[in-house]
T-cell receptor, first 109, second 115 residues
Framework: KQEVTQIPAALSVPEGENLVLNCSFT??????LQWFRQDPGKGLTSLLL?????REQTSGRLNASLDKSSGRSTLYIAASQPGDSATYLC????????FGTGTRLQVFP | GAGVSQSPSNKVTEKGKDVELRCDPI?????LYWYRQSLGQGLEFLIY????????KSGLPSDRFSAERTGGSVSTLTIQRTQQEDSAVYLC?????????????FGPGTRLTVL
């Protein structure tokens, strides 16, 4: 049974810092891994999707990497801003998405 | 529409009543998923539909939960005889097809409160 874990559970940093959010999964037989952002009281916004054959994806200040063999993905946020404050969720896809419990990020000015 | 829509956005009901939650996926998406987000439980898969195939119901927590998808588009999640532990945000997502190549796009969710 696939289990997805995210570390840290919460993170509070000053504006401008570069951040690394970690995601690990127990079953490496995934088709893809997806990173989402969730703002309080809102749905999920897809940030990046990495196919199993890929090593990384980039979008603006975000970079996500995938190492299937070790069951790990990281989301790198460069030059963090207060608007980045949200909960970040990773999800591993086999035939459905299995979500981690999220990292709650707060970026203060 | 431009994205996945869900209705109602909020639902308050009394224990024991039945509720229906609706999801309108993105036009053309053949795969539709329901998830539940409970306080302290994270996001969990409930059920998914792919085209005309039999749905994968493996995540439904009890036989009080059921879902249907009419005409390959709109889906309704029904919870019968609601219990307080059913209180959660119910999220719907759609994608072009299952198989992992495509992003899942999520609706804003329905917040269900069972008193």
């Amino acid at each position: 049974k696939q289990e997805v874990t995210q570390i840290p559970a919460a993170l509070s940093v000053p504006e401008g810092e570069n951040l690394v959010l970690n995601c690990s999964f127990t079953d490496s037989a995934i088709y893809n891994l997806q990173w989402f952002r969730q703002d309080p009281g809102k749905g999920l916004t897809s940030l990046l999707l990495i196919q199993s054959s890929q090593r990384e994806q980039t979008s603006g200040r975000l970079n996500a990497s995938l190492d299937k063999s070790s069951g790990r993905s990281t989301l790198y946020i460069a030059a963090s801003q207060p608007g980045d404050s949200a909960t970040y969720l990773c999800a591993a896809y086999t035939d459905k998405l299995i979500f981690g419990t999220g990292t709650r990020l707060q970026v203060f000015p | 529409g431009a994205g996945v829509s869900q209705s109602p956005s909020n639902k308050v009901t009394e224990k024991g009543k039945d509720v229906e939650l609706r999801c309108d996926p993105i036009s053309g998406h053949t795969a539709l998923y329901w998830y539940r987000q409970s306080l302290g439980q994270g996001l969990e898969f409930l059920i998914y539909f792919q085209g005309n195939s039999a749905p994968d119901k493996s995540g439904l927590p009890s036989d009080r939960f059921s879902a249907e998808r009419t005409g390959g588009s709109v889906s309704t999640l029904t919870i019968q005889r609601t219990q307080q532990e059913d209180s959660a945000v119910y999220l719907c997502a759609s994608t072009w097809t299952s198989g992992g190549a495509w992003e899942q796009f999520f609706g804003p969710g329905t917040r269900l409160t069972v008193l």
